[in-house]
């Protein structure tokens, strides 16, 4: 290891061209690479020489370092004989300031102290405040819902539940790709009435599974604006059964069996020009009676798991907008 | 004669760039005071349980950085993406499953890291801050598991995630928005794997990376702890008055500041 002792003298090498030749070869060496081989061979030449002389150079030292450094004592008694005097240490003579007690504290050292953390909890929080709303404002800013077209009313018969899966936002892409079970329950009072069933369980969100048979040889592909609408035929004799934890539920989308904590959420609906469309989905709690003349008990959306009637509601008292 | 100061000479000049790394930065004895620590003789393969887990976090990184290149993070090519580095890159099928089945091991290993701590009562005085710095790097390494599982990007990785999202929105008060922030959103979209993917690579390595580095420093300036059934001292060092069999740790709080190296 290397002397430490030495530490507070200057312990540079004196300066060099060498390095600069060095460089120039280096630099020579790769335009050369484009240009001309002769090039390269005249960087690899110059590199090689100025490289030598820059370590022959820099070793210079380590290689006299048997010789005792008599040259450095030598600089120092020049420095005090040209000062005439030895230099005065600042706690010495008339003049001299008394050493600071351990501990003691000054105006201006405070001030500085403060200043630099006050100034930089400013900086960070002018850099962070918009980190943070950048990765969590946009999550819960409303977003604009548009309303899904399902095609002519005449491929919904009456009674027959049809699954339909369909883009909620096309400019998305097949990500939003959502299932819904329609169910054409005729006039009800002289308006069409449908039961429209969403088909992730309410229990974590699985896709809930229709029990009973497809009719895939009635599967129409419904072309309409936002895409295709794929429509298949279904009797959910046995209701609808989730895969993931074995969640049950009727046809009006009531939990007949397994955890899930209320009833199927459902969909609004439109008909404009002889089409139905889907517009937001809801959540419900229950539904008495069935099709047309069903009482639903409709609630604000409401994540899978959650209550949203009942005494467990109040863990749920507030819902980010959706 | 000769001979002998010829060869003397060459280890000077060998020895030589390490001497001007470490007059200039101390690394070098850094590393040594690192690696060179006392431990108890009888510590044994039970305290080689955290070193694992460390190689099995570096495997994950490494093997990571590297399927980072290949991967891509939006809805439309993720899957096809893996597929690809499956079937098609060069070795990577090994890579891939390096960094999935590596996930298990690094997982696996912390969990026996943390019973043998309990176990053999290492987390006891003066070591209750590292056992703290190790529990907060349990749900993080889990949060891992969590966000990388989505990245495949095939039925059970989006439905493992959807349920996964929608357990933490049961939570009560706050978990509907917990959902919503992991969701990026109230439904799953091209946002929540991008943001997936942000959270596995950058934000949690990094703070497992802090955590670890804490944790570590925490070893180094309390010595390793021996077994319960060791007749030493735990951490004892060597230089110190042999202790009294099982007279339990001798004067901890001078260890960290008289332990420099010579």
């Given amino acids: 290891m290397e002397p430490h002792e030495g530490q507070d003298k200057p312990h540079l090498p004196p300066p060099s061209l060498w390095p600069v030749g060095f460089a120039i070869g280096v630099v ?26 820059w370590v022959r150079d820099v070793t210079g030292d380590y290689r ?14 020049a420095e005090s004989a040209t000062t005439g005097a030895p230099a005065i240490p600042a706690s010495e003579g008339e003049a001299a300031m008394p050493p600071p007690e351990p501990g003691e504290r000054f105006d201006r050292n405070m001030f500085l102290e403060g200043a630099t953390l006050g100034l930089g909890s400013v900086i960070a929080g002018i850099v962070t405040v918009p980190i943070l709303g950048f990765a969590i404002g946009p999550v819960f800013e409303h977003k604009h819902h548009h309303e899904v077209d399902l095609g002519p009313i005449e491929n919904f018969k009456e009674g027959q539940f049809v699954i339909s899966t369909f883009m909620l936002d096309p400019s998305e892409g097949e990500i939003t790709r959502r299932t819904a079970f329609v169910r054409n329950n005729g006039f009800f009072k002289g308006k069409p009435s449908f039961t429209i069933l969403s088909n992730r369980c309410v229990h974590l969100g699985c896709p809930v599974q229709p029990n009973g048979p497809l009719f895939e040889n009635r599967k129409v592909q419904q ?23 074995g969640g049950q539920y009727d046809q009006e989308g009531n939990r007949t069996a397994g955890p899930p904590v209320r009833a199927l959420d459902r969909y609004e609906f439109y008909i404009r020009n002889g089409r139905v469309s889907l517009g937001k989905t809801y959540s419900v709690a229950d539904v008495t009676g069935a099709g047309a003349s069903a009482q639903i008990h409709k609630y604000k959306l409401a994540g899978p798991g959650q209550h949203v009637d009942g005494p467990e509601q109040i863990f749920y008292p507030l819902q980010p907008p959706s | 004669m000769a001979n002998k100061s010829r060869k003397d000479e060459m280890l000077r000049v060998a020895q030589y760039p390490l001497d001007w790394l470490e007059e200039r930065s101390g690394l070098i004895g850094g ?3 690192f690696l060179f620590r006392k431990v108890p003789r009888d510590s044994g393969w039970w305290h080689t349980l955290g070193s694992a887990t460390l190689t099995a976090f570096l495997v994950q990184l490494g093997t990571g950085v590297i399927l980072a290149m290949y991967y891509k993070p939006n809805p439309n090519d993720a899957y096809e993406s893996v597929q690809h580095i499956t079937n098609d890159v060069t070795l990577g099928w090994l890579v891939r499953g390096m960094h999935k089945w590596g996930a298990s091991v690094f997982i696996i290993l912390l969990f026996f890291h943390m019973a043998r701590v309990f176990l053999f009562g290492a987390y006891k005085y003066p070591r209750e801050l590292n056992w703290i710095v190790g529990v907060l790097l349990v749900p993080i390494a889990l949060l891992e598991g969590f966000s990388g ?70 070893v180094v300036r309390l010595g390793v702890s021996s077994p319960p059934w060791s007749e030493e001292a735990a951490g004892r060092d060597r230089d110190e008055a042999p202790a009294t069999p099982g007279s339990g740790l001798v004067n901890p709080s001078a260890r960290g500041v008289s332990r420099r190296p010579d």
């Fill in chain 2, 31 to 33: 590393l040594k005071y």
């Fill in chain 1, 28 to 53: 020579c060496i790769l335009v050369g690479l484009i240009v001309s081989w002769f090039a390269v061979a005249v960087g690899a030449a110059v590199t090689l020489v100025f490289g030598f002389l």
């Fill in chain 1, 223 to 245: 072309p309409t604006k936002a895409g295709d609408v794929t429509l298949i035929p279904v009797l959910p004799a046995g209701g609808f059964g989730c895969p993931c934890h």
């Fill in chain 2, 149 to 218: 599982y989505l990245l495949p990007y095939d039925q059970t990785a989006y439905w493992a995630t959807v349920v996964g999202i929608n357990i933490n929105g049961t939570a009560p008060i706050l978990g509907p928005f917990l959902a919503s922030f992991l969701r990026s959103g109230s439904e799953i979209g091209g946002d929540t794997l991008s943001r997936f993917y942000s959270l596995h690579m950058l934000l949690l390595p990094g703070a497992i990376l802090g955590l670890i580095g804490l944790h570590l420093y925490l």
């Fill in chain 1, 64 to 77: 006299r370092r048997e010789i005792p450094a008599a040259t450095v004592d030598a600089q120092g008694g």
